[in-house]
């Protein structure tokens, strides 16, 4: 009995790719480090390791080694943080499109001799994600080929602040960091397993058991509070450095958003810019919901690492969680939003 239990808690060749690494895939190094750690059962019985407060499946521990260990950021880098879920894609989209204005006009109808990078390449291979690359030199390489030479480049992670590379914290390279109401959040991310399960034919989660985890922090990157906490903590501290933007925010007051994140990437909107007044109009057109996810790049059949590039797009709002959350529901999770952010002057 006992063996049958630790035969199915360790066999995740059932599950898709995206949850979980075979071992033959991690270092020495990553393999050393993870039998000193903690482990838990996240959802679908799959193994969590907690590494500095944090709690990772085994391929994002590798992910964070490579990128400790491979990365030499630049002063002029701008690195995008995000926990999972909390609206990565759009944050992608809309900063490669200020930062490459000059090069690709974000109305792409009035170039059509050029088109826009976003027409044919997913977000996510625009921006690269540093964890998950293969080869982290070449990621950069090919990401920075779409760009003017005179632009930084633009990386994406979803490390907490405390495991991120040395050179991050040292260097001039600047962080932007996108959060989300928790309770958006989780309905997405749950939405979001339940989509790669189906797409692979297996048995989905129910919302309990994934609101269950959720709550303990037993997620990927999780728990969701500290990792936002180390961002905000640090943007107090260094607002030039890392800037703090809410997923509300962008949703409520885009234009305003628009024009501090070109500002703070350091390429604000020139006067002229300023007086046409379209161009914030025309890359928040560009990046919307409706006009990303219905790019024939974006629609099925396109994947970007076995993930279908449309998984990335469901509903784009806020508060789709009252469809889906019970009064127990609302009541826990705002407690324990309450407990972890409000002494730090956070609300949602
Ligand atoms: P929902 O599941 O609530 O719809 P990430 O990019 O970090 O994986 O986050 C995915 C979430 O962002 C999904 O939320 C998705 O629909 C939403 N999203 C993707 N592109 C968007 C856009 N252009 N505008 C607003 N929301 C977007």
């Known amino acids: 009995m006992a063996e049958e239990k630790s035969k199915s808690s360790s066999d995740l060749s059932h599950l898709p790719k995206h949850f979980h690494e075979d071992e033959e895939h991690l270092s020495q190094e990553c393999k050393n480090l993870i039998a000193t750690l903690p482990t838990e059962m996240a959802v679908m019985n799959v193994p969590i390791h907690q590494y500095n407060g944090f709690w990772f499946s085994k391929k994002h521990i590798q992910g964070i080694l490579n ?19 909390a609206g990565t894609t759009w944050l992608k989209a809309l900063t490669f499109t200020i930062l490459n204005r000059k090069t690709y ?34 990621a950069i390489a090919y ?34 960091y996108l959060c989300r109401n928790p309770k958006d959040l989780f309905v997405s991310s749950w939405k979001f397993m339940n989509k790669l399960l189906e797409a692979e034919g297996q048995g989905l989660v129910s919302i309990e058991d994934a609101f ?14 500290d990792h936002m906490l ?3 903590k640090e943007s107090l501290k260094s607002p030039e450095k890392v800037m703090f933007l809410r997923y509300e925010q962008l949703k ?17 909107f020139s006067q002229e810019e300023e007086k046409d007044g379209n161009v914030a109009a025309d890359i928040l057109e560009l990046c919307s919901f409706e006009s990303l996810s219905n790019m024939e790049v974006n629609k099925p059949g396109n994947s970007w690492r076995n993930i279908e590039n449309n998984a990335f797009f469901r509903r784009g ?13 609302v009541q826990r999770l705002n407690v324990i939003t309450e407990e972890k952010l409000e002494k730090h002057g956070l609300k949602f």
């Not at 760009?147 to 932007?176: A, D, F, T």
């Not at 269950?212 to 509070?225: A, N, Q, R, S």
């Open 212 to 225: 269950e985890k959720f709550c303990e922090g037993l997620v990927g990157y999780g728990p969701f509070w």
């Open 143 to 176: 990401a920075g080929s779409f760009s003017s030479s005179s632009s930084p480049r633009l990386l994406q992670c979803q490390v907490p602040y405390v495991l991120l590379p040395e050179s991050v914290k040292q260097s001039g390279c600047n962080i932007v």
């Open 105 to 138: 006009d974000p109305k792409p109808t009035r170039t059509p001799q050029n088109p826009h990078p976003l027409l044919t390449s997913s977000p996510h291979d625009l921006v690269p994600f540093v964890e998950y690359c293969d080869d982290l030199q070449k």
């Open 230 to 232: 180390g961002y905000h």
């Open 67 to 85: 990128f400790q260990n491979h990365y030499q950021s630049h002063d002029s880098d701008i690195l995008l943080v995000t926990f999972p879920k």
């Open 252 to 268: 409520s007051e885009p234009v305003r958003v628009v024009k501090n994140l070109a500002e703070f990437m350091g390429c604000g």
């Open 317 to 329: 709002e806020v508060g789709d969680w009252k469809n889906f959350f019970t009064f127990d529901m």
